[in-house]
């Protein structure tokens, strides 16, 4: 059992460019949330999914896209990074009346 | 309790010492709260919730208690361990809005030998 599964661990873009932030979980877990933290800060909720086909704005949607196609993925996209971007993102899941399980994090800088 | 920034509250203890770590939340509509830790380079883990309905919960060397009058959240840990050592974060949500979580900024946790 795999839980919350992020790739890549680390990434470095140039301004402007795109990217997909991937998240993967293996729980059957129905919601899935994608969240950034910066350095002395908690995390942020960017984009949520409450099942396959719904998704939904978190605190800070603006430059991500998300969408949700099955029960175990949950992309994040990036369509033209910005520096404002560099931060470290997480990915969740969680099942009806459990907390949410967090993924080990994707480190994005953006040069 | 919570901080604005880069400086985020520390509290040392000593090995073996117990541990209170505060956090005040910002709404008084949230019924659900939960304790993460989070260890360098990993991502944040589960270790204790609580329900409004509730005022104190335990685990295993945690408690969690609840003041809803004022907004305040705490978690003890007993008898500190090193490896308890870690960033603590709270979250609050309220259950209708599908569990979206809103985390405070977090304390450091220094565990001395």
């Known amino acids: 059992n795999a839980g919350v599964t992020q790739t890549p661990k680390f990434q470095v873009l140039k301004t402007g460019q795109s990217m997909t932030l991937q998240c993967a979980q293996d729980m059957n877990h129905e919601y899935m949330s994608w969240y950034r933290q910066d350095p002395g800060m908690g995390l942020r909720l960017i984009h949520y999914?409450?099942?396959?086909?719904?998704?939904d704005q978190g605190e800070v949607p603006n430059g991500y896209n998300v969408s949700r196609s099955t029960t175990e993925d949950f992309p994040l996209r990036l369509l033209s990074a910005a520096p404002s971007q560099t931060s470290v993102y997480f990915c969740?899941?969680?099942?009806?009346?459990?907390?949410?399980?967090f993924g080990d994090g994707t480190r994005l800088s953006i040069l | 309790g919570e901080s604005v920034g880069l400086h985020l509250p520390t509290l040392s203890v000593q090995e073996g010492d117990n541990s209170i770590i505060n956090c005040a939340y910002s709404n008084s509509a949230s019924d659900y709260f939960i304790w993460y830790k989070q260890e360098s380079g990993k991502g944040p883990q589960f270790i204790i919730d609580?329900?409004?309905?509730?005022d104190k919960r335990q685990g295993q060397r945690v408690t969690v208690l609840l003041n809803k009058t004022v907004k305040h959240l705490s978690l003890q840990i007993a008898a500190t361990q090193p490896g308890d050592s870690a960033v603590y974060f709270c979250a609050e949500s309220r259950m209708e809005y599908g569990n979206k979580l809103v985390f405070g900024a977090g304390t450091i946790l220094r565990v001395k030998s």
């Open positions: 999914s409450v099942g396959a086909g719904i998704t």
């Open positions: 969740a899941s969680k099942g009806r009346g459990q907390p949410q399980h």
């Open positions: 609580i329900r409004s309905n509730m």
